[in-house]
């Protein structure tokens, strides 16, 4: 269930009507760990598992190799899930104590960090001997756009893939939230057994903080995307050796971080 058709009144000059537009669902996820609420992700119903997955990777809750522990608890007709997940206290990560609060909306992904410390990073820096032209990226964003059947119905949901060093591609995921699609994403790779081919991360918005830190966290050295970058982003590019690529659009591209 990823989109609700609504009626609505379409307006063109002087000419109006009544119209069945389908929209891309919202709706609450709430991911409990070992039966205690951790936190609400606000996403697109689907790929809830790997959605999970990606999510406590990132969040350093859970990196084991084996595979993570989903239980549903409650579902409901409007998209509203909660699941829950079951960690060994030896499995927990240290991200675990960094609680979020309840609420993470689907626009950002460190939302409810309860302090700015929280949000630091730490480790080696990336590298990659890929090479990409502008032709190069087209072709893949167009694989992306394929692909992206939520967008096609709806024009409402964003999309996150990852290629291979030979730019093939692994895997693509959809949600209302750009960072939930990473999550999704790299949560898919990581069930897969894949996450070690992972070299370069298309994004079908802006790139903010987030993003880089998603990609940094699961090794992927290159990120590229349709539109703009934050300042935070090229910032913290730099310093983890991601090359990061904006407004990659026909024959056009910006590298702001590690040309």
């Known amino acids: 269930m990823e989109t ?31 039966k205690e609420p951790y936190t609400v992700v606000m996403r697109t119903p689907g790929d809830d598992f790997e959605l999970i997955r990606g999510l406590l990777y990132a969040e350093d809750i859970y990196k084991q190799t084996e595979e993570l522990l989903l239980e549903p608890v409650e579902t409901k007709e409007n998209g509203f899930c909660i699941i829950n997940a079951s960690i060994t206290k030896k499995s927990l990560g240290k991200g675990y104590l960094n609680k979020r609060t309840l609420l993470s909306v689907s626009s950002c992904g460190i939302c409810g960090k309860q302090k700015l410390e929280d949000i630091e990073l730490s ?6 001997s890929v090479s990409l032209t502008t032709k190069d990226l ?6 992306m756009q394929k692909k992206q059947t939520v967008f096609h119905k709806t024009g409402g949901s964003h999309a996150a893939s990852i290629f291979d060093s030979n730019k093939d591609l692994l895997v693509v995921k959809e949600d209302i939230g750009r960072h939930n699609a990473v999550d999704k994403a790299v949560g898919a790779l ?7 081919n992972a070299a370069i991360l298309l994004v079908s918005g802006r790139v903010s903080y987030e993003i880089i830190s998603k990609a940094f966290i699961a090794k992927i050295p290159i990120i590229a995307a349709v539109s703009a970058c934050s300042s935070l982003a090229v910032d913290f590019a730099k310093e983890f050796g991601i090359q990061l690529i904006g407004f990659s659009r026909d024959d056009n591209a910006t590298i702001y971080a590690n040309v």
Do not use: C, R
């Open 123 to 128: 480790g080696d820096s990336l590298s990659s």
């Open 190 to 196: 990581l069930n897969q057994e894949q996450l070690h």
């Open 138 to 143: 087209e072709q893949l964003f167009e694989l």
């Open 4 to 34: 609700f058709d609504y009626e609505a009144m379409q307006i063109k000059g002087s000419t109006s009507q009544k119209v069945n537009e389908s929209l891309v669902v919202e709706a609450g996820l709430q991911i409990n760990i070992n």
